[in-house]
């Protein structure tokens, strides 16, 4: 039977998208009925989650038992090792990426839980895929161990729905950028970096070189569209894999520019590391208008909104 109050458990709730996420679904839903959770020790004030829970997310027998203490209704799944931590500690991350997955899709079969999102990424795409616009449906050819681990959730996803009715929704998401709370270990995080530097030493120097275009999505666009598909009505759901999701496309250069109209002295150099290669087998622009159709996703940041709004929170953050 359904249940009438949402009861939601956030893992990783300490991690870039778990706090902003968090603290939004606190205000929805209130403080009661969210359950933050993390591998750290909780600090005051980090979530506004009315409790926190730490654990392992690998450990099942304590996260069923969470679940059931806390009569959890609905998850956000979000912890995950991304793209370039991946490379490092393939077997950990295959682990972590893929087992608490379908662990939560087990307990949705059961009738435990209710809902379950969990975020998959631009990085499913990979080799011999078109750079530009890349469709919903084209064939998924991940080249690392991340991409991997998301395409095979994707297809876990789909398989506990159509298997078995489990409510599981997902979002391939782009990089992420946002001032709250760094972000750690993925490709795309030159586009967080680069802000903090700007702020602090006046230049950066880019680990993915100047012409390389990737998706990018303002973390308040994120976390809007990540409630919006939670809340759009079951039966208008087409895709049960992931839904693509464009935000804005920009290369490190375009970025530098955009960052030298509010700070004029600011310099930039390029020193592409391994991570050139992940950024060099993945698009470079994201085609998301099934998400637009099926559940209504909009932004409200470009380019430039993103950079003003950045820069402004930051420098307050940093001083
Ligand atoms: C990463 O760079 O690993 C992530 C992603 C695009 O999923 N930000």
Redesign the pocket.
């Known amino acids: 039977m359904e249940s009438h109050t949402e009861k939601i458990l956030i893992t990783g709730a300490l991690g870039q998208i778990g706090t902003e996420l968090t603290n939004r679904l606190v205000e929805i839903h209130g403080a009661e009925n969210v359950v933050a959770s993390g591998l750290d020790r909780w600090q005051k004030g980090i979530t506004a989650a009315g409790y926190y829970e730490r654990m392992d997310v690998t450990n099942t027998q304590l996260v069923r038992q969470i679940i059931k203490d806390y009569e959890i209704t609905t998850v956000y799944h979000l912890a995950s090792l ?3 931590t991946s490379e490092k500690q393939p077997i950990f991350a295959w682990k972590l990426n893929l087992e608490p997955l379908l662990q939560f899709c087990e307990m949705a079969r059961e009738g435990l839980i209710q809902k379950i999102f969990w975020p998959s ?3 499913v795409f990979g080799k011999g895929i078109p750079k530009e616009n890349v469709g919903q449906d084209v064939v998924l050819n991940p080249t690392t161990v ?1 991409g991997i681990s ?1 395409m095979a959730g994707e297809k876990w996803c789909e398989y506990y729905f159509d298997k078995h009715g489990v409510d599981v929704r997902s979002i391939r ?4 950028i946002s001032w709250k709370t760094p ?1 750690g ?5 030159y586009a967080v970096e680069i802000f903090y530097e700007a702020i602090e030493e006046g230049k950066y120097t880019s680990f993915i070189s100047e012409n390389t275009g ?1 998706p990018m999505l303002y973390m308040d666009d994120a976390i809007n569209a990540t409630l919006q598909l939670m809340e759009a009505p079951k039966e208008n759901l087409t895709v049960r894999s992931s839904y693509n999701l464009g935000g804005m496309s920009f290369t490190p250069k375009e970025l530098a520019e955009e960052i030298k109209k509010e700070i004029p002295d600011f310099e930039i150099d390029y020193k592409p590391d391994f991570r050139q290669q ?1 950024a060099d087998s ?1 698009p470079a622009s994201i085609d998301d208008s099934v998400a637009k159709k099926d559940w209504g996703l909009s932004y409200n940041y470009g380019i430039s909104e993103m950079t003003k709004d950045m820069i402004k929170n930051l420098k307050v953050k940093l001083n």
Do not use: C, E, N, V
């Not at 270990?185 to 995080?189: A, I, L």
């Open positions: 991304l793209s370039g990424s631009i990085a991340y998301k998401y782009p990089g992420l972000a270990g993925g490709t795309t995080d990737m992940i993945w």
